[in-house]
């Protein structure tokens, strides 16, 4: 059955610039390849609930009436991407605004906005707020993996985009029991990304209720003696 919104599916990509450069992939060897790789990075197959935004609105679009096995090629231009480029999106700020003195080319936060130093002027930055890769179009190489029926699979599958993290579901008729790592609630933004995750269950799925867990185990401290023992 062709992918329609509200489908979730598991794919994989490389994302380049017009030049060939490759500026996003899912892919490990490749992003080697290319100088991209990032340690904190999850490598690997990727799932996408179709229509909530994921990935980018023009491979979005392109995804629906796809086939599960789909290899395929598109082009996004700027305003399905990351938007077009606006030269007054830039702002003059005073130095004394950031924590530290920004160099050109530093990424920094003001406010609710992050921006790139462009210029460094007296007393006063430069900060072009516009996206990094605003105005250019973005080539997707990308394969259809799988698309998600199982309703338990359908609530791994959600957590992994919201949370990042691998949980176990179990389904009861329309409750659903889900155990997260005990590591879970440490997590930068692990409350906000949980609520993420639920409105996508509640609006996707039949459910009607949530259970999440934290499974511990008791693990028994080895005693000085016992120590003395082994050795």
């Not at 100088?35 to 990075?41: A, Q």
């Not at 082009?75 to 606006?86: H, I, L």
């Not at 409750?175 to 997260?180: A, C, D, P, R, S």
């Amino acid at each position: 059955m062709p992918i329609q919104k509200g489908d979730i599916i598991k794919l994989s990509y490389t994302a380049k610039l017009e030049d060939g450069t490759v500026i996003d992939t899912t892919d490990e060897k490749t992003a080697m390849e290319f100088g991209i790789y990032s340690e904190d990075y999850r490598y690997g197959d990727v799932y996408v609930i179709v229509g909530e935004g994921n990935v980018v609105k023009g491979f979005e679009e392109d995804l629906i009436g796809k086939e599960v096995g789909y290899k395929g090629v598109v082009k996004v231009s700027p305003e399905k991407a990351f938007g077009e480029y606006d030269p007054k999106n830039k702002e003059l700020i005073s130095l004394s605004k950031f924590k530290e003195k920004p160099k050109v080319g530093d990424r920094v936060k003001v406010g609710d906005r992050v921006g790139i130093v462009e210029r460094i002027v007296g007393r006063r930055a430069i900060v072009d707020f516009n996206h990094p890769l605003a105005g250019k179009s973005i080539v997707f190489e990308y394969e259809i993996k799988e698309k998600v029926d199982d309703v338990s699979k359908k609530v791994e599958a959600i957590f992994m985009i919201y949370t990042g993290m691998n949980v176990k579901a179990r389904v009861d008729g329309k409750k659903v029991t889900v155990e997260v790592p005990r590591t879970f609630h440490f997590v930068p933004y692990a409350p906000l990304n949980k609520v993420s995750a639920l409105m996508r269950i509640f609006k996707y799925l039949d459910v009607e209720e949530v259970e999440i867990v934290e499974r511990h185990k008791k693990v028994e401290i080895p005693t000085f003696e016992d120590i003395k023992a082994k050795d």
